[in-house]
């Protein structure tokens, strides 16, 4: 699922909870943060090494809800099958795809429509075995059957659960768009003794009590424009969107692609159309991997000589392990050297064919960069599909980095506090916090998440593929590994709560990804050749 964080901090501080590291505000100064220095990966000093070097391009496969390839800042940076003759409605190269130009929609049909709205996992686990499990007891169950049983229940208390978690927050968010955001400027007024206040007002105020400090962070951010009309429909979108569609087991968004998603004999299926419906996720990973570099447009892209090919297969809901697998088969076959994978779930149906799609993508030497997840949560116990061993897996993936999100706060938040962990799980951290990148319609915006950490270490793993193209992708990712900054020894508030831990715990190289240590180690690896 292509989960974006919501921005929490308004919604804490209008219940009175001060909501710390999410209510900083961000300058234009520091958009683009996450190619500077540490705790950046320091990027700009990486291309200050290779400037005498002439790159190799360079191509990455976005897994994702869709790319805009018309961005203005996206020009020259979209792969393009060459083997393909755009428009004729004919599979020039025999790949199986229909003018596949830019790459392909696995949530399409042959007429051009486009799926979206998809329901979650252990929903649709819970619609797949209601007719034989709905009503019955533990007792009732045959004992082929028990496992069975213990997940589809499992499931069915999960979406209840989220059902009603759900329309509890639908009402708080209605509640303080409704009642609590129109008070802020009379408690301003009465806080401050004032009738009228400015942005500058409030910044340089010093609240005395704890209460209207919270007031004046509130304010702060509906003055600034952080905390917009447009924002509270955003929150309150998300919301609807999950009742009516991901937590929905009366809705079927698979029947416009018209496919059997469990028959993964069915092949052809899908159109070409990479942008689709909401590209709006998808476009923002694509520009950390390879937008264009000092323009002036949103941040820079990370790798400059990469070529962005869009498959199209995560919707606003689950993905389906079918189009997953299609999509990393797509990627490997037609050149990509890195897939990024921004996407996730807690439970998974097909793993088997997944498995070995990532299996085919590591003997072709082929890098897979996973999200490691938005939940604060430790997924060395709680799983977050493909991130973790399979059930049957025997041996970690040579080709898999699973990537935690990082702040630009060292001293005590330098992980995300949305960020998912785990020592054994997650192998690195990367920023993913105030990505500052494009989105469609020739936009910009600042997001978060580990979706936005991912692409910014495909970008990285990219750069040194163009610029030290002997290596191979194994060996890069051990470098990447190898050369994080390391803060494992320094203490951090631990994701998903307000513990400090040794940023060591957290994954398995304890720290984040340094693009200019890695070009070091890559010269001197590559000189030795």
């Known amino acids: 699922m292509k989960k974006l964080v919501l921005r929490a901090s308004f919604f804490f501080l209008a219940l009175g909870v001060f909501a710390g590291l999410n209510a900083q505000q961000v300058d234009k100064s520091i958009l683009n943060w996450y190619n500077g220095a540490t705790p950046g990966m320091a990027t700009e000093k990486a291309y200050k090494?290779?400037?005498?070097?002439?790159?190799?391009?360079?191509?990455?496969?976005?897994?994702?809800?869709?790319?805009?390839?018309?961005?203005?800042?996206?020009?020259?940076?979209?792969?393009?099958?060459?083997?393909?003759?755009?428009?004729?409605?004919?599979?020039?190269?025999?790949?199986?795809?229909?003018?596949?130009?830019?790459?392909?929609?696995?949530?399409?049909?042959?007429?051009?429509?486009?799926?979206?709205?998809?329901?979650?996992?252990?929903?649709?686990?819970?619609?797949?075995?209601?007719?034989?499990?709905?009503?019955?007891?533990?007792?009732?169950?045959?004992?082929?059957?028990?496992?069975?049983?213990?997940?589809?229940?499992?499931?069915a208390d999960k979406m209840n659960e989220e059902r009603a978690e759900a329309e509890q927050m639908l009402a708080t968010y209605t509640m303080i768009k409704d009642q609590v955001l129109p008070m802020v400027p009379m408690l301003v007024k009465q806080a401050m003794g004032k009738e009228s206040y400015t942005l500058t007002d409030l910044k340089k105020w010093k609240p005395k009590t704890e209460e209207h400090m919270q007031i004046r962070e509130l304010a702060i951010q509906v003055e600034s424009g952080e905390l917009?009309?447009?924002?509270?429909?955003?929150?309150?979108?998300?919301?609807?969107?999950?009742?009516?569609?991901?937590?929905?087991?009366?809705?079927?968004?698979?029947?416009?692609?018209?496919?059997?998603?469990?028959?993964?004999?069915?092949?052809?299926?899908?159109?070409?159309?990479?942008?689709?419906?909401?590209?709006?996720?998808?476009?923002?990973?694509?520009?950390?991997?390879?937008?264009?570099?000092?323009?002036?447009?949103?941040?820079?892209?990370?790798?400059?000589?990469?070529?962005?090919?869009?498959?199209?297969?995560?919707?606003?809901?689950?993905?389906?392990?079918?189009?997953?697998?299609?999509?990393?088969?797509?990627?490997?076959?037609?050149?990509?050297?890195?897939?990024?994978?921004?996407?996730?779930?807690?439970?998974?149906?097909?793993?088997?064919?997944?498995?070995?799609?990532?299996?085919?993508?590591?003997?072709?030497?082929?890098?897979?960069?996973?999200?490691?997840?938005?939940?604060?949560?430790?997924?060395?116990?709680?799983?977050?599909?493909?991130?973790?061993?399979?059930?049957?897996?025997?041996?970690?993936?040579?080709?898999?980095?699973?990537?935690?999100?990082?702040?630009?706060?060292?001293?005590?938040?330098?992980?995300?506090?949305?960020?998912?962990?785990?020592?054994?799980s997650v192998d690195v951290f990367a920023p993913g916090f105030e990505i500052y990148n494009t989105i469609p319609e020739n936009k910009y915006k600042k997001l978060q998440g580990t979706s936005m950490a991912a692409p910014a270490v495909s970008g990285t793993a990219a750069f040194l593929k163009a610029y030290f193209p002997e290596l191979s992708m194994i060996e890069i990712k051990d470098i990447l590994m190898k050369t994080a900054t390391p803060y494992g020894k320094t203490l951090q508030t631990q994701p998903g709560s307000d513990q400090k831990v040794a940023f060591s715990t957290l994954s398995r190289t304890g720290g984040v990804v340094n693009l200019e240590a890695a070009v070091k180690m890559a010269m001197k690896m590559t000189a030795k050749k």
């Open 49 to 155: 090494l290779v400037s005498k070097r002439t790159p190799k391009e360079v191509v990455v496969a976005i897994i994702d809800s869709g790319v805009d390839t018309e961005h203005e800042d996206l020009k020259g940076q979209i792969w393009v099958n060459t083997k393909e003759i755009p428009g004729n409605g004919i599979d020039d190269d025999k790949n199986g795809y229909i003018d596949d130009i830019h790459g392909w929609n696995f949530l399409g049909n042959a007429n051009g429509e486009n799926a979206n709205d998809e329901n979650l996992e252990f929903v649709r686990i819970y619609k797949m075995g209601k007719s034989k499990f709905e009503g019955k007891a533990q007792s009732d169950i045959a004992a082929a059957d028990k496992d069975a049983y213990k997940l589809w229940k499992e499931c």
């Open 228 to 424: 917009s009309e447009a924002e509270m429909e955003e929150g309150l979108k998300h919301f609807r969107d999950q009742l009516a569609y991901n937590l929905n087991p009366d809705f079927d968004g698979r029947k416009i692609v018209g496919d059997d998603p469990f028959d993964f004999s069915q092949r052809k299926y899908g159109n070409n159309d990479v942008k689709g419906p909401d590209a709006l996720h998808g476009t923002h990973v694509a520009g950390i991997v390879g937008s264009l570099r000092g323009n002036g447009l949103g941040g820079d892209g990370v790798a400059a000589p990469v070529k962005l090919m869009s498959l199209r297969a995560v919707p606003n809901g689950d993905e389906y392990d079918k189009d997953i697998a299609f999509a990393i088969r797509y990627a490997v076959d037609n050149g990509a050297s890195v897939i990024n994978m921004s996407f996730g779930k807690a439970y998974s149906t097909h793993q088997k064919e997944v498995y070995e799609a990532m299996k085919y993508a590591e003997q072709k030497g082929v890098l897979l960069v996973h999200a490691a997840g938005n939940d604060g949560a430790n997924i060395d116990v709680t799983p977050n599909f493909p991130a973790v061993k399979f059930s049957f897996q025997q041996e970690d993936f040579k080709n898999l980095l699973t990537i935690g999100a990082s702040t630009r706060f060292a001293k005590g938040n330098l992980a995300a506090s949305f960020s998912n962990y785990g020592i054994n």
